[in-house]
């Protein structure tokens, strides 16, 4: 148990009060840029750095010790706890989760007199309802990082960057990670600076932007477990916000989902991290789709094209692990006299693997990285308001909330039309039908928000999930069906492929009483852009 005791030399950087630490946090603005240890160097002789950095910058040795209780209270609730040598110097520093923004973090330092953390400094910036829990524990450390830093301060017409060259290794028990990346952390001026630095320095050579902090690399690291992927946070719209506002969130919130998919995705273990990175990019699509619908905005459509590549390279790995890890395991367990199950789960490991090579190509294309730094940039500079002519940028100060009622109210109705005659519709009548309640889905996660104080608008949002499901799985059955065409010639496998296939045909049977169960619920429920719901 490391020693809790405050001490007397310890003195706060900065220095907020306790009642008002946790509502206005201090922060820092950043991007991290992953390279290869190899070509560190010439990045560090980029003429974006070698041009404008004021001069060479300095050199240190930084040793951070990162600490949490046995049970990994602060983890869990978006919370790092570090103490950092340099030289003769100790800094303590707490730091919380990207909430909702891409780049920003509360960050929140102490200086202390050793590695030993100093619990009483961190309470003030730490959620009032955790410092008990924390109290009533020890501390204990969690894993080391032993960097190398080469820092220089690089001066644009739109802001100053500190860039960081970084390479070391995180160390916990006997497991070891090797760190080299570049840090950009805006000291001031625009944001945009930074992405603007990013994207002269991905032209130079092979980068990839993360958000992933050594905080997060190290106890996974700790854990021995694959990144995790999340699913997207819940939006929060003021009913009285601007369209503009309103789309600035959106498109901030789709690309911190994108990039927090990325790392699972990248490591591949986790199966999650392809599904998460390919809701994120059809939610991103989505998000450009609307604001395209107001007028025609600067290098969306680029974007969106972009983002098309990217998930059509993802698509595969996802259908094929839905199949080997989900489809195949339910079946096989139901159907043990069937030979062939092994034969068939080898086969489809094989296209599996090839479906993950080729997404791992995508991500590790320059063009990825390219994509996510302009999308960054485009998101925090409002890059959609060059070149738009002054009726589009008259629309953007209305507010949302009216755009909301007439965009919500078009593209249910296009629902209602695709459902017509529900328990006639064919199969691929329900897949155009899943194709618009899915856009409704999304549009309504974006919109709905802003009707939040609605009951309306949460049971609407649930029975638009349930009838989405519903057509979910039974596009699934179509896909396997499409994936079992390419394994039922392979040596072996031709018996239990036709099982899956039976099982499959009855299965899409079996779903239509469920899927017409969440039809009818949804068309009956109320609509909260409607007059009649204004006071539910």
Do not use: C, F, M
């Given at each position: 148990m490391i020693d809790q005791t405050p001490s007397q030399k310890a003195t706060p950087v900065p220095a907020p009060t306790q009642s008002n630490a946790a509502a206005h946090p201090a922060g820092e603005i950043e991007l991290k840029l992953l390279v290869g240890p190899e070509r560190m160097p010439h990045f560090n002789a980029a003429p974006v750095v070698a041009a404008n950095a004021r001069n060479k910058?300095?050199?240190?040795?930084?040793?951070?010790?990162?600490?949490?209780?046995?049970?990994?209270?602060?983890?869990?609730n978006g919370l790092s706890l570090r103490v950092r040598q340099s030289g003769a110097c100790f800094v303590q520093t707490v730091k919380t989760d990207a909430a909702d923004d891409p780049l920003r973090r509360g960050e929140w330092e102490a200086r202390v007199p050793s590695l030993a953390p100093d619990l009483a400094l961190a309470l003030p910036f730490i959620p009032e309802q955790l410092r008990r829990e924390l109290e009533a524990q020890s501390l204990e450390a969690v894993f080391t990082a032993d960097v190398h830093r080469h820092a220089r301060m690089v001066d644009l017409p739109s802001g100053t960057v500190e860039i960081a060259f970084d390479q070391g290794i995180l160390t916990a028990g006997d497991r070891t990670l090797q760190v080299s990346e570049i840090e950009l952390e805006?000291?001031?001026?625009?944001?945009?600076?930074?992405?603007?630095?990013?994207?002269?320095?991905?032209?130079?050579?092979?980068?990839?932007?993360?958000?992933?902090?050594k905080s997060a690399r190290g106890f996974d690291l700790a854990a021995d477990k694959p990144p995790s992927a999340r699913r997207p946070r819940k939006l929060r719209l003021d009913a009285s916000v601007t369209l503009e506002d309103a789309f600035a969130t959106i498109l901030r919130a789709c690309f911190l989902h994108l990039l927090q998919s990325l790392p699972a995705a990248e490591?591949?273990?986790?199966?999650?991290?392809?599904?998460?990175?390919?809701?994120?990019?059809?939610r991103l699509r989505s998000a450009l789709d609307l604001m395209r619908s107001v007028g025609a905005l600067s290098n969306l459509d680029a974007l969106r094209s972009e983002a098309r590549w990217l998930a059509q390279h993802l698509s595969a790995a996802r259908d094929w692990d839905v199949f080997r890890l989900e489809t195949l395991p339910t079946i096989a367990k139901a159907c043990p006299a069937v030979a062939g199950f092994d034969a068939l789960g080898r086969a489809a490991a094989v296209r599996q693997s090839d479906a993950y090579r080729k997404a791992h190509g995508a991500l590790d294309d320059r063009r990825c990285a390219a994509f996510l730094i302009d999308l960054g940039n485009w998101g925090e500079t409002r890059g959609w308001r060059n070149d738009v002519a002054a009726e589009v940028l008259g629309r953007f100060a209305e507010p949302a909330v009216n755009f909301a009622q007439r965009i919500l109210s078009e593209q249910y109705a296009k629902v209602l039309k695709r459902g017509r005659r529900f328990k006639s519709l064919s199969a691929e009548d329900l897949h155009r039908l899943r194709l618009a309640t899915k856009r409704l889905r999304y549009l309504g996660e974006f919109l709905l928000p802003l009707?939040?104080?609605?009951?309306?608008?949460?049971?609407?949002?649930?029975?638009?999930?349930?009838l989405q499901e519903q057509l979910g799985a039974f596009n699934d059955i179509a896909v396997t069906a499409s994936l079992l065409e390419r394994l039922g010639a392979e040596p072996d496998c031709a018996i239990a492929a036709a099982a899956v296939?039976?099982?499959?045909a009855r299965a899409s049977v079996g779903v239509q009483p469920a899927l017409q169960s969440a039809w009818r619920d949804f068309t009956a429920a109320r609509v909260p852009w409607s007059r009649q719901t204004q006071q539910d």
């Open positions: 910058g300095t050199r240190k040795h930084l040793k951070s010790v990162y600490y949490d209780t046995p049970e990994r209270t602060l983890r869990r805006l000291k001031s001026g625009s944001a945009g600076t930074i992405y603007e630095i990013a994207l002269r320095l991905a032209e130079h050579g092979a980068v990839k932007p993360s958000i992933r902090t490591d591949g273990r986790n199966p999650e991290g392809v599904h998460q990175l390919r809701v994120s990019l059809r009707y939040e104080n609605r009951k309306s608008a949460r049971k609407l949002s649930r029975r638009l999930a349930g296939a039976g099982w499959q």
